[in-house]
Nanobody
Framework: QVQLVESGGGLVQAGGSLRLSCAASGRTFSSVAMGWFRQAPGKEREFVAAIRWTVGSTYYADPVKGRFTISRDRAKNTGYLQMNSLKPEDTGVYYC????????????????WGQGTQVTVSS
């Protein structure tokens, strides 16, 4: 079993930056990919970014391309989401997730989830 713990959320003004972290623990982290999703009130959980854990290939949703950067530190079993030029529409609960089999953009592709961290961007 893999446990994921997010941190780094908070309140920031539009145009500001935040860096989210996702620490993986439990059995050796051998997942294929780590992804970030977000969910705004009344909306479905949506894909934000993913990284192929071994080789570092990255994937982004169109709304965050050029503003967000996903990365990972394999030695620390920790993933990161650097968020710059934040907009009010980026507000939501951000979840990290780990996928055992492949890199996907659907929540159903992921096997383990963190508890989420709130990101609020004020205008």
């Amino acid at each position: 079993q893999v446990q994921l713990v997010e941190s780094g959320g908070g309140l920031v003004q539009a145009g500001g930056s935040l860096r989210l972290s996702c620490a993986a623990s439990g059995r050796t982290f051998s997942s294929v990919a780590m992804g970030w999703f977000r969910q705004a009130p009344g909306k479905e959980r949506e894909f934000v970014a993913a990284i192929r854990w071994t080789v570092g290939s990255t994937y982004y949703a169109d709304p965050v391309k050029g503003r967000f950067t996903i990365s990972r530190d394999r030695a620390k079993n920790t993933g990161y989401l650097q968020m710059n030029s934040l907009k009010p529409e980026d507000t939501g609960v951000y979840y990290c997730a780990a996928a055992r089999l492949w890199v996907g953009k659907n929540p159903a592709d992921y096997n383990y989830w963190g508890q989420g961290t709130q990101v609020t961007v004020s205008s």
